[in-house]
């Protein structure tokens, strides 16, 4: 952190509660880094010792569990932790997650994750995806003019016994010239803010692109995108206005509309993805929530990496 950024850290300090205070103490007092990532890990668990079964809050300590406070609900009589509900609850090793979140950052290979946290290589493949499950892949809202296209990549099916075509190499050709089968749609929708969201499609039709766009897209928004038919109906499903440019037709900009954003998205993706070596489409999604986690923005703290993981529960409150 640079000096400027500290002092505005510390400028705020006197904002914290007696409870934030406790919290905060504990964290920078923390003896060891194991005893720090247990003390950040805590940090999961409110002020207000929200319950993540049922919403309410109020609940009272019972003990520990495992290095971790552990409380019991007073409404439905549950008993929680910091990593209930999270995706890294039941994973073993907690003293070492810091470390992890800093390889996690860094954008280490499996191997080097394992070395530095001293960890066997199919550890530091499950605690990967176990964490990157819960960071934040689409934003809120995409707002004023939208960009919005799609790019695709080779279908992996590494690690899988039965298939039903010939293997192929790592980094291997599809059989067929052009769009096929063999290709997995990825859209990549941005406004002029910034603001990025990715996400891989069962088939680039206007269904699938509705599916992903309809919850963030704001409807004040302008669509533009480049001629694919798909766009059309998803924009009039939507309600909004929308914008073609037709680069088949060597049109580029027109004014302010472009979807220069989105192909240089495509580029940072597929660059990110090629240093990976060869991902297996069923974990394309998980190395997408990678991509946006350390490429867009600043690189994340392993701190930050760690909160991104546990702050965001699976367990829905029942209403």
Same mark, same amino acid.
């Given at each position: 952190?640079?000096?400027?950024?500290?002092?505005?850290?510390?400028?705020?300090?006197?904002?914290?509660?007696?409870?934030?205070?406790?919290?905060?103490?504990?964290?920078?007092?923390?003896?060891?880094?194991?005893? @720090?990532?247990?003390?950040?890990?805590?940090?999961?668990?409110?002020?207000? /010792?929200?319950?993540?079964?049922?919403?309410? !809050?109020?609940?009272?300590? /019972?003990?520990?569990?495992?290095?971790?406070?552990?409380?019991?609900?007073?409404?439905?009589?549950?008993?929680?932790?910091?990593?209930?509900?999270?995706?890294?609850?039941?994973?073993?090793?907690?003293?070492?997650?810091?470390?992890? !979140?800093?390889?996690?950052?860094?954008?280490?290979?499996?191997?080097?994750?394992?070395?530095?946290?001293? +960890?066997?290589?199919?550890?530091?493949?499950?605690?990967?995806?176990?964490?990157?499950?819960?960071?934040?892949?689409?934003?809120?809202?995409?707002?004023?003019?939208?960009?919005?296209?799609?790019?695709?990549?080779?279908?992996?099916?590494? !690690?899988?016994?039965?298939?039903?075509?010939?293997?192929?190499?790592?980094?291997?050709? @599809?059989?067929?010239?052009?769009?096929?089968?063999?290709?997995? =749609?990825?859209?990549?929708?941005?406004?002029?803010?910034?603001?990025?969201?990715?996400?891989?499609?069962?088939?680039?039709?206007?269904?699938? #692109?509705?599916? #992903?766009?309809?919850?963030?897209?704001?409807?004040?928004?302008?669509?533009?995108?480049?001629?694919?038919?798909?766009?059309?109906?998803? @924009?009039?499903?939507?309600?909004?206005?929308?914008?073609?440019?037709?680069?088949?037709?060597?049109?580029?900009?027109?004014?302010?509309?472009? +979807?220069?954003?989105?192909?240089?998205?495509?580029?940072?993706?597929?660059?990110?993805?090629?240093?990976?070596?060869?991902?297996?489409?069923?974990?394309?999604?998980?190395?997408?929530?990678?991509?946006?986690?350390?490429?867009?923005?600043? /690189?994340?703290? =392993?701190?930050?990496?760690?909160?991104?993981?546990?702050?965001?529960?699976?367990?829905?409150?029942?209403?």
């Amino acid at each position: 952190m640079d000096h400027e950024r500290f002092r505005d850290w510390l400028s705020r300090v006197d904002e914290l509660t007696a409870a934030q205070r406790k919290e905060v103490a504990s964290v920078l007092s923390a003896p060891s880094e194991g005893a @720090a990532s247990l003390a950040a890990i805590e940090l999961g668990v409110d002020d207000e /010792r929200r319950c993540p079964h049922c919403g309410a !809050g109020g609940a009272v300590s /019972r003990g520990k569990a495992r290095g971790l406070r552990r409380f019991r609900c007073k409404a439905c009589g549950k008993t929680f932790g910091a990593l209930t509900g999270t995706a890294l609850s039941g994973l073993h090793h907690k003293e070492r997650w810091l470390s992890f !979140g800093a390889s996690l950052g860094a954008g280490e290979t499996i191997k080097e994750s394992a070395e530095r946290c001293a +960890i066997a290589p199919s550890t530091a493949h499950r605690w990967r995806h176990r964490f990157l499950a819960a960071v934040k892949q689409v934003p809120d809202r995409l707002a004023g003019i939208v960009e919005a296209d799609e790019t695709f990549v080779l279908e992996s099916r590494k !690690g899988e016994r039965k298939l039903d075509r010939k293997p192929r190499r790592r980094g291997g050709k @599809a059989k067929k010239r052009g769009l096929s089968r063999e290709q997995v =749609p990825i859209l990549v929708a941005a406004d002029r803010t910034g603001e990025t969201l990715s996400h891989t499609l069962p088939a680039l039709n206007a269904k699938s #692109v509705k599916q #992903v766009l309809e919850p963030v897209v704001a409807p004040d928004a302008l669509l533009v995108s480049d001629a694919n038919r798909c766009y059309p109906p998803v @924009a009039a499903a939507l309600d909004i206005p929308h914008e073609r440019i037709n680069a088949s037709a060597g049109e580029r900009v027109r004014g302010a509309l472009h +979807i220069q954003t989105v192909n240089s998205r495509h580029s940072q993706i597929k660059s990110f993805l090629r240093r990976r070596r060869g991902i297996a489409t069923k974990y394309l999604d998980s190395y997408l929530r990678w991509f946006h986690l350390i490429e867009l923005g600043d /690189r994340p703290s =392993p701190r930050a990496c760690l909160e991104a993981a546990i702050t965001k529960p699976c367990l829905q409150f029942a209403n």
